[in-house]
Structures are given as C-alpha cells and as structure tokens.
C-alpha cells in the first residue's frame, strides 16, 4: 500500500505540473507520515543527512561557481577561437570547431546547459553568418553540449557516485574516452553532411596564428589540466579539485583575462610605460583587485547565480534522496531486483531494459534525479549480473545525455531555443537526426564495455592496484 500511494502521489504531483523536486519530495512525505511512525522534524532531518553524509556532492558547488566565472568571462570566446583555427579550414569546419570547443568547455564547466548556452551563444550566429543552414548548425551545438556531463568533471557523475558509492575518480576517468569517442562521431558525420551539403570551408589562418589563440585560451586549458591531472595523478580527490578549480577561475577571470571586476578594461601596459614600472603597477594593481572582487558588483553576480543554481541541484538532489529512501525502506529496490533476476534474463537483455526505463524517465525527469532514484535499483541487479559498477554508470551517463534532447524537459532543447529564437518543435527537428547518432553511441557503450574501463584499469595497472 505504501508503494502504491508513493508512486500514485508521485505521477499526481507531475500531472499537475508540479516542480520534479517538489514532486520527489511531497510524495516521500505523504507516504512517511501516512505509513510510518516518523515525524515532520525526523525527515528534515533525513533530508539534511542525505546531502551532507556524501562528501563527493561538496564538489557540484565547486564545479558549478568554477562554470559560473569561465561562463561569464571570455574563456568561452578564446576556446572556440582556437577550435576555429585547429579544425576551421576543414569543409565543416567551423561546425567541426564548435563541437571541439564544446569538448573543451565541457572539460571546465561539467554541465551540459551551461556548455550549450556559453557556445552556442556564439558560434550559432556566426555559423549561420558563414552559410550553415540554422537548423543544421543549432542540432550540432544542442548535440555537442550534451558532452558536458560525459566529459569530466561531470556533475552527473558525482551524482552516481553518491548513490552508489562507487569511486568518483574512476567515474572521471571512465568518462574520458568515451567523451572524447562521441565528440569525434559528431566531428566524423559533421565532415560527411558538409561534403553532401557542400558547406564552406575557412582559409588556413597559419601556425603563428593557431599558436596565438592557443596561448590565448591557455587560462582556460590549463584548468583541464589541473583538474583531470590532480584526479589522474591521485594527487587530490574530485572535491579537492573543484575548491582549486574555483579558487583558479576566479582568478583567471578577475585577474588573468580581466573579463569582469576592478581590472577590467585595464591595460597590462600602458602605452610609453616601462616593462619594469608596468610589472610593479600591475603587481599592486592585482593585489588590490583580489580584495576588491569580493564587493565588486560582477563578481557578486556571477557568484550569487553559482550559488542559485548550486541550491536548486541540490534541493533536488536532497528530495531525490529522500525519495529513494523511502524506496529502500520499502525494498522496493530488492523486490525489482530479484524479481528480474528471476526472470534469468541475460546481462545484455537486462542492458536494453534498463536502457529503455531510462530514456523514458529522460522524457520526464531531471537527471540527478533519475540517477538517485534508478541507480539503487539498477546497482544490485547489474552487480549480480557482473556488469561492472563503473560500467554501468557511464551507460546511465550517455542515457542522461539523450534525456537532455528529449522533451518535453530537455534542457538542452530549451537552452536552444532561447538562443535561436525558434519554437521547441523547430529545435526538437533540428536535433532528431544527431540523436540517432546518439542512439548508436549509446549501443557501443552499453555492449563494448572496455570503451569505458580501458582508462581506469590502465591508470589502476600503473598505479600497482
């Protein structure tokens, strides 16, 4: 019975268009106070418990104000800079250069609307500009940003490595090669549709030139080295890394590129100035500019907005968590679990199963609450099965990413459509036929598991593990 209410308050709840983590958290509710002895206080209390006995989820605020100051400042700008000038004189070139860039951005931002929305914002004009067909160029970028929760730091990733427990790092470096894999598809069928299509190509700008925007955006490559080499390396853990990855954004914002705050529009060097006066200036100018960013008006905004939406991720990740212990409590996990494994289906029928639930729970729900909700019930069959632990979440990772282009929650749809201008039905035609790309990237994920674990068991084989 109180399953049954769980779940019927929970499909009530979404019907009337109810906030998924209101949705989570009402039907937890009403199903603790209705069936069980708790009080009101006694699931505030598990509600807190839920986020704060996860030291991994610490890392999703870091991550996300990291975003926040590479968003706001010119990284952005600089990395699609040096895509266009890597891969720009290839027929589909710049289509080609601004899935790199959304590669790259993915790599400092770990979120896929933010990846969609800082590169898209600039590249769909200027593709349209150079002759791409709007629809083809927009398809390309909603594509692309997906990568943002594949290609680590992923906020997704630690969100699986909460509700498992499996190991955040190995996560990350499960991710690499598959985000790197579908990045080049997308490049792959980018290069075929221009031959077909006929699409412009840009003139070679020249090595000078490509060595120019490389040092250019060196603000922002190096933080991928920082962060993925600190987590490779086992020199810092992934929340570790996030304090310094924000720690080091802002800086590169405020004081490296001087997008925003007291600095900017400040010349490095003044004109008739000396090299020896302009390094002294810019010392104390710097120095001064680190204690004035902190009541600076830009840097209060970008950090206010982190922490906005660092509140809303993580209200529905306390909600989700509530939800799923109630379904532990419950045992509704054990239940399905040896329910299919009565069913003596196959490690890959249970594969396409469990595929098939997840794309449609993309359809309705936000993925941080689809993976703390479906990652419980999941983990314990797949384990039985002998489906790799890290396996299984890069399958549900790649799932979450055709969950980002499906409506009628898409975000990725819907940061789209705000950059276009166009409606969702224009946007959702503009994606289908690069969601089929997804689709078959999905297919080699789920049934060639060392594209997954090749990273992991080599860095662990070094390492003597």
Not at 158 to 186: D, K
Not at 332 to 350: R, S, Y
Not at 353 to 362: H, K
Request: aromatic share 8%; with cysteine.
């Amino acid at each position: 019975m109180a399953t049954a209410t769980l779940f019927i308050t929970l499909l009530l709840c979404m019907l009337l268009g109810m906030p998924i983590a209101i949705a989570l958290g009402l039907s937890s509710i009403v199903t603790i106070l209705t069936f069980s002895s708790d009080s009101l206080a006694s699931v505030a209390l598990k509600m807190f418990e839920a986020t704060s006995e996860h030291y991994t989820l610490l890392a999703i605020p870091f991550f996300i104000l990291s975003s926040a100051f590479l968003s706001t400042g010119g990284v952005a700008r600089r990395l699609i800079d040096f895509a266009i000038a890597s891969v720009g004189h290839i027929r589909g070139g710049l289509a080609m250069a601004s899935v790199m860039a959304c590669m790259l951005f993915a790599a400092v931002s770990g979120s896929s609307p933010a990846t969609v929305a800082a590169i898209g914002s600039i590249v769909i004009a200027g593709m349209v500009r150079s002759g791409y067909p709007q629809s083809f160029a927009a398809g390309v970028i909603a594509n692309a940003g997906t990568l943002g929760i594949l290609i680590p730091p992923s906020i997704v990733m630690l969100v699986y490595a909460s509700a498992t427990e499996v190991s955040a790092s190995r996560m990350f470096m499960a991710g690499l090669i598959p985000g790197l894999m579908m990045g080049g598809l997308l490049m792959v069928a980018i290069y075929i549709a221009a031959r077909i299509k006929k699409l412009p190509a840009q003139p070679f700008p020249g090595v000078t030139h490509l060595f120019g925007t490389g040092a250019r955006a060196m603000g922002g490559l190096m933080l991928i080295v920082i962060v993925l080499g600190s987590i490779y390396g086992g020199i810092a853990s992934p929340t570790e890394a996030a304090a310094v990855a924000a720690v080091y954004a802002w800086l590169v914002a405020v004081i490296g590129y001087r997008d925003i705050g007291p600095l900017k529009a400040v010349p490095w060097k003044k004109e008739g100035e000396s090299l020896v006066v302009a390094m002294v200036r810019n010392t104390v100018q710097m120095l001064l500019a680190l204690v004035q960013s902190f009541t600076d008006k830009e840097v209060n905004k970008v950090v206010t907005d982190a922490v906005k939406t660092s509140l809303m991720l993580l209200f529905i990740i306390a909600n989700a968590m509530l939800f799923a212990h109630v379904l532990t409590t419950e045992r509704i996990p054990h239940i399905i679990a040896e329910t299919i494994v009565g069913w003596g289906l196959p490690p890959w029928a249970f594969l396409i199963v469990m595929n098939l639930l997840l794309l449609m729970a993309g359809n309705f729900m936000e993925p941080s609450a689809i993976l703390l909700i479906m990652a419980p019930i999941m983990f314990p069959i797949a384990t039985q099965l002998g489906i790799d632990p890290i396996h299984l979440g890069i399958i549900m990772v790649v799932n979450m990413e055709i969950g980002m282009l499906t409506p009628p929650v898409g975000l990725n749809l819907f940061v789209t459509a705000g950059i276009t201008g166009r409606s969702m039905g224009w946007v959702i035609r503009a994606c289908l036929p690069w969601l089929c790309l997804l689709l078959f990237f999905l297919g080699l994920i789920t049934y060639v598991p060392q594209i997954s674990l090749f990273l992991p068991e080599l860095i662990d084989s070094m390492k003597g593990y």
